[in-house]
Each structure stands twice: as C-alpha cells, then as structure tokens.
C-alpha cells in the first residue's frame, strides 16, 4: 500500500473511532430539546431570544452565573442602560463609550445580534439637556441639531454591529395621563413637535443604511376599542402607517411587553392579531422587554406558598402568550425579555407602591422559574405550520 493509502485508511480509521466513541453516548442519550438553551431553541424558528443586559451585573466578579447565562441563554442583547443619552453623554460633549462598547464586544464574543436600545426617549436624558432647555439656554432650534448629532455620532459607532435600533420610545401617551385623549407626549413632543419622530428615523438611517428601526412602547400588545383617542395600539398602527406612507424608514414596532399578573392581559390570538395587523403594513415586529411582574404582598413576602404559586403561574402564562403569537407571526423576528433573574430585575425598584417583583424567568438564585420552563416548552413544541422561517425586511432607505 502506498503511502497515501495508509494515510487515507488512517484518517478513516480515526473517524471512525472517533463516530464509535460517540454512537453510543448518543443512542443512549438522544437528542433532548430540554437541554437546549432558549437562544438554540429559537434559532430553530430564525427568532432571537435575547435579554437586557445589566453591565454592572456583568462586571460584578462575585456574580458569574449572571455573564454565564447572559452569553449561553441568548441569541440577543440589549443594553438595560448603557446606551441612553445619559449615560453616554453625561457631560455635554464628551461621550463615555466604555459600558456600551463593552456590551458589543461582549455580544460579539459571544455570537449575539445586539437591539439598540435608546436613541429618542423622554427619560434618561442627561441633566445639562434638560436643564439648559429649561433655563432658556438651550434654544429649540439648538435642541433639534443637538438630537441630529446625537443619532449620528451614536448610530454611527456602532454602525454594522447593531441588529434593530429603538430609535423612538415611549412616544405616545396613556389613557391616564392628562388630557387623557391619547397624544404625543414628553420632553420631545413638547420642545419640538410630533415631527421629531419622523426626523429621528431618517437621522439613524443616513448613519446606518443596514440596521432596523424600531418605534418601541408598552402596553401596545393588542387593540381594544380600535378608537385612536383610547387605544394606544391603535394610535401607534396609525402613527406607523402614517409615517410608511411619508417614506420615513421606519423598519418595525417594538411592543416592549410590560405586564402584571394583576391586570387582565390578554390571550394569545389577541396577540397574534396585533402583530398581524402590524406585519400588514410591512414593518417587523418583536417583542423587546418582556417582564410580568407581580405584587408582593405581604403573604408573598412571607414566602405563603398559595400567594405566589398562583402570581408563578400567571406569570409563566403571560410569558407563553407573547411567545406564542410572536412564534405565530413571521415578522416577530426577536423577544427579549428585561432582565433574565429575580436579582436584577428594574421592577422592584420600579413599582414599589404596592411593591410588586417576580417578574422574570429565573428566580434570585438563577434557578428557572415556570415561566423559563414555558417559554422552553412554546419553542420546542411549536410546530407546524407554525415553524415558520422568519421574514425580515430590507431596511428601507
Ligand atoms: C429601565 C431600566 O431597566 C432601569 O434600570 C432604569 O432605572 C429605568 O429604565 N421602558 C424602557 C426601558 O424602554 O429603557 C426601561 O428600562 C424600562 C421601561
């Protein structure tokens, strides 16, 4: 035998040892869906899985199991923080990358798509912009291009490496807030007009000609009485279909998916129909912070187990619905949920009148709740026709 025979029947041979150590491992453990992570899971549909991300907890070096299932569990992240204006710029003209950066790299390392998360938003605004706009010091005019630059520099960076921006959050107003017919509300709307929204998209898509934009709000998970004056999800259809039909580039909606076992909620064809509704006007779907916390009453607090069995379960069912719809729906191309564990969640420190928590899929030690449980079980057993690829669409310019 010549040479590169043997060589061959080496290489052979080696294999096949190589398939014989394994067959057996593998026939006696077959292949098992319930080992697999959420993110591996959802793959199988083309839906990310992603969670918000805490950089803190993730530089926390007493706390490893948070960046253990922050990189193994999820196919996608989001910065809780760190991509707001105040953090970024908490001194007018010297922007402070380190914690977003970090979060890209971390991504990265790890394979995972990254939604950025917020370019536009009342909230987490740093103190210089507020306060010189309301001392007079920061004209409107100056405001405008102050947000332009803002987007730009932002978008910019971090061009290529980010999957879907929020480029506008939170923009509309709910039934409670004065006047309760609902409107454009907050810093932006008041400062600079409803017109804001549509520069702010075409600001983000001259910086980056590839990633998705999203509009991203609560409480617009499924219509009720269709009335724009009282139905939020109404008024942000009609806000999406407006800005469509102006030619704005705006790529999705964003139905954050904040709810409580205490409110009613909704069932999963509820769901499904609103996302429907909105894949109609050509935009992407997802659902991006998805928490449903609980109150923690004082039986709860005293560990009663017939108090927070039923807030678990209610939970994990809340979970399952927007799971359920988004698996239904093609344009629903990721769910993150806000925060993965008990100990970090934003909700306690959030809704502490009553104080309410339970709200994620893991519980304060990483041990997964029911909720973790369902969501597993929706991605394993959706089936046909529902293991549908997931059909994104081209940014538009
Ligand atoms: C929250 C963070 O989780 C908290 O840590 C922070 O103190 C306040 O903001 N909607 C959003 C998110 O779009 O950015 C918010 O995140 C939760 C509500």
Not at 361 to 380: F, G, H, T, W
């Amino acid at each position: 035998m010549k040479l590169r025979q043997w060589t061959t029947v080496g290489v052979v041979a080696v294999a096949t040892i190589a398939a014989l150590n394994t067959v057996p491992a593998t026939a006696s453990r077959p292949y098992d869906p319930t080992a697999q992570s959420l993110a591996t899971l959802g793959l199988r549909h083309g839906l990310h899985v992603g969670t918000a991300v805490s950089i803190d907890a993730l530089n926390d070096a007493s706390d490893p199991q948070y960046r253990t299932l922050a990189s193994s569990e999820f196919s996608s992240v989001t910065a809780e923080n760190a991509m707001k204006w105040e953090s970024l710029e908490p001194t007018r003209g010297t922007y402070n990358w380190a914690p977003a950066d970090q979060l890209v790299d971390f991504a990265k390392r790890n394979r995972q798509s990254v939604r950025g998360h917020v370019l536009v938003w009342h909230n987490q605004l740093p103190g210089w912009l507020t306060s010189g706009v309301a001392d007079g010091s920061i004209s409107k005019q100056e405001l405008r291009e102050l947000l332009r630059k803002h987007i730009t520099t932002v978008v910019k960076r971090y061009q290529g490496k980010i999957w879907q921006w929020d480029v506008v959050n939170e923009a509309v107003s709910d039934p409670w807030d004065t006047p309760s017919t609902l409107h454009y509300k907050g810093f932006w709307a008041q400062n600079l007009g409803p017109g804001y929204i549509a520069d702010a998209f075409r600001w983000a898509r001259a910086a980056d000609p590839k990633a998705l934009l999203f509009y991203n709000d609560y409480n617009i998970e499924a219509f009720g009485s269709g009335n724009p004056a009282d139905d939020k999800t109404q008024f942000v259809y009609d806000m999406t279909k407006g800005l469509r039909a102006q030619g704005v580039p705006i790529d999705g909606v964003g139905s954050q998916g904040h709810l409580g076992t205490q409110y009613g909620n909704f069932d999963t064809l509820q769901v499904t129909a609103a996302l429907k509704k909105f894949s109609g006007l050509g935009v992407a779907t997802a659902f991006t912070e998805v928490d449903v916390r609980s109150q923690m009453t004082a039986g709860v607090q005293a560990g009663n187990s017939e108090e927070i069995n039923p807030r678990l379960q209610a939970s994990a069912a809340n979970f399952s619905v927007l799971m359920k719809a988004c698996l239904a729906v093609r344009s629903c191309l990721s769910y993150t949920v806000w925060g993965f564990s008990d100990r970090h969640s934003w909700v306690p420190g959030w809704f502490d009148d009553p104080p309410e928590g339970l709200a994620t899929i893991y519980d304060e030690n990483y041990q997964p709740k029911r909720a973790y449980q369902e969501l597993k079980s929706d991605l394993i057993f959706a089936g046909p026709p529902y293991v549908l690829p997931r059909l994104a669409p081209k940014p538009r310019r």
